[in-house]
């Protein structure tokens, strides 16, 4: 199986900062990597696919990129509602793995 | 629209099987592969099995010896049966919808509590 390796864990930060969350598979996935946001409820939604495309209804400020087994989500600016955890998640090769997850949270 | 929903007893007994529903309308279960996803609490997302669209299934290496995963298309539903549960089997379960472009729908998650 590939592992997904994400980092940081824990990610303080203020409103309006820009941040990156890294994740790094254990081997080449092609881009076949996707990213996910947790909810303190527990709702996860769909953020981006193949690396940097956004699902539809996600706002501009995300943003996805890499290659090989390096890949990143950035938020160009924090919003209020963007304190949550991130999941990258790859499908390049069966079974599909998740990274541990970043939690973003405010400073 | 599409939606999943979980359902099942919030509390299982240790030893005893897990079983879990869910439920999908907006979409055909012929056409889409549906995903069981588990959350222990405090860490992070496990992929336990799949459904596919043709009723072909595939597990974790790590539950198959105890995971089972059904469907009955005329209702719309996919079940989960887990046996021999374990405390460290407690979390959220998800639901979720497969497509080209990643999980592209879950559902809100069914809590279980493994405890005597």
């Known amino acids: 199986d590939i592992q997904m390796t994400q980092s940081p864990s824990s990610l303080p930060a203020s409103l309006g900062e820009r941040v990156t969350i890294s994740c790094r598979a254990s081997?080449?996935?092609?881009?076949?990597l996707n990213w996910y946001q947790q909810k303190p409820d527990g709702t996860i939604k769909p953020l981006i696919y193949?690396?940097?495309n956004l699902q539809s209804g996600v706002p501009s400020r995300f943003s996805g990129s890499g290659s090989g087994t390096d890949y990143s989500l950035t938020i160009s600016s924090l919003e209020p509602e963007d304190f949550a955890m991130y999941y990258c998640?790859?499908?390049?090769?069966?079974?599909?793995?998740f990274g541990g997850g970043t939690k973003l949270e405010l400073k | 629209q599409v939606q999943l929903k979980e359902s099942g007893p919030g509390l299982v007994q240790p030893s005893q099987t897990l079983s879990l529903t869910c439920t999908v309308s907006?979409?055909?279960?012929?056409?889409?592969?549906v995903h069981w996803v588990r959350q222990p609490p405090g860490k992070g997302l496990e992929w336990m099995g799949r459904m596919r669209y043709n009723g072909d299934t595939s597990y974790n290496s790590a539950l198959k010896s105890r995971l089972s995963i059904s469907r009955d298309t005329s209702k719309n539903q996919v079940f989960l049966k887990m046996n021999s549960l374990q405390t460290d089997d407690t979390g959220t379960y998800y639901c979720?919808?497969?497509?080209?472009?990643?999980?592209?729908?879950w559902g809100q998650g069914v809590m279980v509590t493994v405890s005597s």
């Open positions: 907006g979409f055909s279960l012929t056409s889409y592969n």
């Open positions: 193949y690396t940097s």
């Open positions: 979720t919808r497969d497509e080209d472009w990643g999980f592209d729908y």
């Open positions: 998640q790859q499908d390049a090769s069966f079974p599909p793995t």
């Open positions: 081997q080449g996935i092609s881009n076949n």
